[in-house]
């Protein structure tokens, strides 16, 4: 047969799938509704409808949103079942904007960075006064890590009647930074309105009473409570991290005890951009400054203040040595 012979009918057709290429238009999803993740557990993701806590649906990320994280705190869009009920499950569709993250790397020569929480107003670091006794190198390089989140840092101190809370304290004075107590017997009275109205995250080592701390806020949670081994370490009692609503208004979220607090993600100029009167100074430091003065940066502009500021700058370079640490701790 020439080829002049040939017409349509000669071509043959290939049974089943047909040809058509698939699109890549995706669906907006107008009508998502939005909701807050309070918990994440292997590939399934806890969250609130309009952030009310009676109206919890579980729920799976959707194939076009490829291995974009999502984290506890994140501002989700639900198409699908949204009914809550046992056995099924919605999509996330998107992420919204972070408007403050708390990230931590596993050491200081990780450059793999971990979002732990999305979105929080608050950071408040438990801290209890002995057994097991305070470290300042945790505190440090948590206040380190909500300077440079968008965080307000909040220093809570347990176990009052184990030890005095004021010369802790007073290592952190010059600092940004809310100190309160909340011992096992003391009233949460000075704590509560600190935490109303917002999302706050609670970090701590494993021992310190962040726990019973939770109990007391969240009667229903339920969290378990771990005994202080003899070496100064407890177990790590929480192993995931979960939002909790609080009475009234607010949320608070509780994290695993940490063993390390990496920083390797953060710059020194991360850290002072938190400090306003601080942040403007640097502006004429010279490049590549790390702000640490002599003799390792002897032109740093933080030099030329005094008055208040100096101490400032004091509290502030202790958080930059911290930086510099290879102690995770």
């Given at each position: 047969m020439s080829s002049r012979d040939y017409d349509e009918s000669d071509v043959r057709i290939r049974p089943g799938r047909g040809s058509r290429p698939r699109t890549k238009i995706r669906p907006d999803h107008a009508d998502a509704q939005e909701a807050m993740v309070v918990s994440?557990?292997?590939?399934?993701?806890?969250?609130?409808?309009?952030?009310?806590?009676?109206?919890?649906?579980?729920?799976?990320?959707?194939?076009e949103l490829g291995r974009t994280p999502i984290v506890v705190g994140d501002n989700v869009g639900l198409v699908g079942d949204l009914s809550g009920r046992p056995d099924t499950l919605a999509r996330i569709v998107r992420r919204g904007e972070r408007r403050t993250v708390l990230r931590?790397?596993?050491?200081?020569?990780?450059?793999?960075?971990?979002?732990?929480?999305?979105?929080?107003?608050?950071?408040?670091?438990?801290?209890?006064?002995?057994?097991?006794?305070?470290?300042?190198?945790?505190?440090?390089?948590?206040?380190?890590a909500a300077y440079a989140g968008g965080l307000?840092?909040?220093?809570?101190?347990?176990?009052?009647?184990?030890?005095?809370?004021?010369?802790?304290?007073?290592?952190?004075?010059?600092?940004?930074?809310?100190?309160?107590?909340?011992?096992?017997?003391?009233?949460?009275?000075?704590?509560?309105?600190?935490?109303?109205?917002?999302?706050?995250?609670?970090?701590?080592?494993?021992?310190?009473?962040?726990?019973?701390?939770?109990?007391?806020l969240v009667p229903e949670a339920h969290r378990a409570i771990g005994e202080v081994s003899g070496v100064g370490k407890g177990r790590h009692t929480s192993t995931q991290s979960v939002a909790l609503p609080l009475e009234g208004s607010g949320w608070i979220?509780?994290?695993?005890?940490?063993?390390?607090?990496?920083?390797?993600?953060?710059?020194p100029d991360d850290v002072l951009l938190a400090f306003s009167d601080l942040a403007e100074a640097i502006k004429d430091c010279p490049r590549g400054c790390g702000h640490l003065g002599p003799p390792a940066d002897p032109e740093c502009a933080l030099d030329t203040l005094s008055g208040p500021a100096a101490g400032r700058v004091a509290a502030a370079r202790r958080l930059l040595t911290a930086l510099a640490s290879a102690d995770t701790y």
């Open positions: 994440v557990d292997r590939g399934r993701w806890g969250c609130v409808l309009g952030r009310d806590p009676t109206r919890r649906v579980t729920a799976m990320r959707a194939r931590r790397t596993a050491d200081d020569t990780d450059p793999t960075e971990r979002v732990i929480v999305a979105n929080a107003d608050q950071l408040m670091v438990v801290v209890s006064l002995a057994d097991p006794p305070p470290r300042t190198g945790l505190v440090e390089r948590a206040l380190i307000e840092p909040i220093l809570c101190l347990t176990k009052t009647d184990l030890a005095p809370a004021e010369p802790f304290a007073a290592q952190f004075a010059d600092l940004d930074l809310t100190i309160t107590t909340a011992g096992r017997d003391d009233p949460l009275d000075a704590l509560i309105p600190l935490l109303t109205d917002k999302v706050t995250v609670l970090l701590g080592h494993s021992g310190v009473g962040k726990s019973t701390l939770v109990n007391r979220i509780d994290t695993p005890g940490i063993r390390s607090f990496g920083l390797a993600h953060i710059e």
